[in-house]
């Protein structure tokens, strides 16, 4: 049986390159620091990606919680605060009345944005300046990658990307 997490097939030990554990290394050290920064703001990672997910249209609850890859009853406790916060609304669902959906609110879209510039602005920091444009071309192209492959991910992220630089 193949695990998509670990990469191993069965019980096998494959050979692993050593830039994948770099790879890897990097992501954590990235989001100690996104966490920070997101203290900082006063949101929470999975509030942005609760926000990133909505940024794409309005969803169900548990529509979140399988996108952001949490339980339920989490996914209730965060939607509670971020309503509470003026982040996201309630609407009742038109296709199913029985439900409701949630969407961004205009204070959730800015608070959105915010995190994002702010993460924007520190990732040069990381680097000297001759290195920003390979590391840019290099996280745009993995962006593109993953987000390609990824299923129910609604309008590619790079699209959003490019759509946002353009605004700016």
């Given at each position: 049986?193949?695990?998509?997490?670990?990469?191993?097939?069965?019980?096998?030990?494959?050979?692993?390159d050593r830039r994948l554990i770099l790879m890897a290394r990097t992501v954590v050290v990235l989001f100690r620091e996104?966490?920070?920064?997101?203290?900082?703001?006063?949101?929470?990672?999975?509030?942005?990606?609760f926000l990133?997910?909505?940024?794409?249209?309005?969803k169900r609850a548990g529509e979140l919680a399988v996108e952001a890859a949490i339980r339920k009853p989490?996914?209730?406790?965060?939607?509670?605060?971020?309503?509470?916060?003026?982040l996201i609304a309630r609407a009742p669902d038109k296709e199913d009345g029985r439900s409701v959906k949630l969407s961004l609110t205009p204070k959730g879209l800015q608070k959105h944005r915010e995190f994002e510039e702010a993460l924007?602005?520190?990732?040069?920091?990381?680097?000297?300046?001759g290195d920003q444009e390979r590391m840019l071309e290099a996280f745009s192209e993995l962006a593109y990658i993953i987000?390609?492959?990824?299923?129910?991910?609604?309008?590619v992220a790079v699209d959003d990307l490019m759509e946002d630089a353009g605004r700016g």
């Open positions: 049986m193949s695990d998509k997490r670990n990469g191993t097939s069965g019980g096998e030990s494959a050979d692993i996104f966490e920070k920064i997101a203290r900082e703001l006063d949101i929470t990672i999975p509030q942005y990606r990133l997910f909505l940024k794409r249209g309005p989490t996914a209730s406790g965060l939607i509670a605060d971020m309503e509470k916060r003026g924007a602005r520190y990732l040069p920091s990381l680097l000297d300046q987000d390609s492959r990824r299923e129910n991910a609604g309008p």
